[in-house]
């Protein structure tokens, strides 16, 4: 549910408004997409009757991360500009750890969620089935996804669980401009709950502000894993730099609240990481 970005927009100027695209199969149990490319390409129809022409901010969390990067890479295909692009803890699906995509049926689902008392229990079967449907989609939309070049920055927020994932290795190859990682000091689930939202968005704004921009925009794939987007309005000085590093002085010193004083989230550099995947992958 896109409502989860509310947690940015508490603490990201209003004048930057976040926009959330929700997953079709929620309001149309039938609509699915049939690619992660389908699915950037219809969010990017969506949200261009919002703002027409670029450049756009995209962030996506878990699995929309994927989706955001894939809408970022189509913009650009079509002669759009992005002007930043924001990762969440999201890596392709080769680089995540084994057992990532284990669920149970929709029926084990469900009681889980109500001894949890999670809200989703309140939902019909048949809307939660929609879900899970949705996920299950989702999961088949990951392992198929091979991200394309992207060029620009790109940040990347990691969380407490992505310790085992070397996230130079994932990305770092598919960009032609400067990986910023960040360390978010909680699990994978909590990256959007209130103190790691209010860091996030701290990092977010002040990246924003390095230049004048428009609307944020947001979107969702579904009941977990979610992404967002945004819009924004400054020329097209990206710098393109092949860079074998993570650390950019300039940035962090008007980030404040991601420095590595922060006890939520801190900029780390290439040599402050620990690369356990560092041989080829078979």
């Known amino acids: 549910m896109s409502w989860i970005y509310s947690r940015l927009a508490r603490h990201i100027p209003s004048d930057r408004p976040i926009y959330g695209v929700q ?5 149309k149990p039938d609509v699915l997409p049939d690619s992660m490319e389908d699915m950037a390409a219809d969010y990017v129809d969506v949200i261009r009757k919002v703002q027409p022409t670029g450049p756009y901010n995209l962030l996506g969390w878990s699995m929309g991360g994927l989706v955001a ?7 650009q295909d079509i002669g759009e500009e992005i002007r930043t692009l924001t990762l969440l803890d999201s890596y392709p699906a080769e680089f995540l750890p084994p057992g990532w995509d284990a669920s149970g049926t929709v029926a084990s689902l469900m009681d889980t969620m109500r001894r949890e008392g999670h809200w989703a229990s309140e939902l019909s079967e048949s809307h939660f089935r929609g879900i899970v449907d949705a996920y299950f989609n989702n999961i088949r939309l990951t392992k198929d996804f091979t991200p394309g070049r992207f060029d620009g920055d790109v940040l990347l927020f990691t969380s407490n669980n992505s310790e085992k994932i070397s996230p130079l290795q994932a990305w770092k190859p598919r960009i032609r401009g400067e990986l910023k990682i960040f360390k978010s000091d909680c699990e994978h689930g909590e990256m959007l709950d209130p103190v790691p ?6 990092v977010l704004t002040a990246e924003l502000s390095r230049s004048a921009e ?6 969702k794939t579904n009941g977990h894993n979610q992404i967002a987007g945004r819009g924004q309005n400054n020329g097209n ?6 860079t074998d590093h993570t650390h950019q002085p300039e940035f962090e010193s008007k980030t404040p609240s991601a420095s590595t004083d922060s006890p939520t989230a801190r900029l780390v550099t290439a040599s402050d990481l620990h690369e356990p995947n560092s041989e080829p992958k078979e």
């Not at 000085?237 to 092949?242: F, V």
């Open 23 to 27: 997953i079709r199969n929620l309001s």
């Open 237 to 242: 000085g990206q710098d393109h730099r092949e």
């Open 214 to 219: 428009p609307p944020l925009a947001a979107a």
């Open 197 to 202: 939202a209010e860091t996030i968005a701290s």
């Open 69 to 75: 990067y894939a809408m970022a890479t189509h913009l």
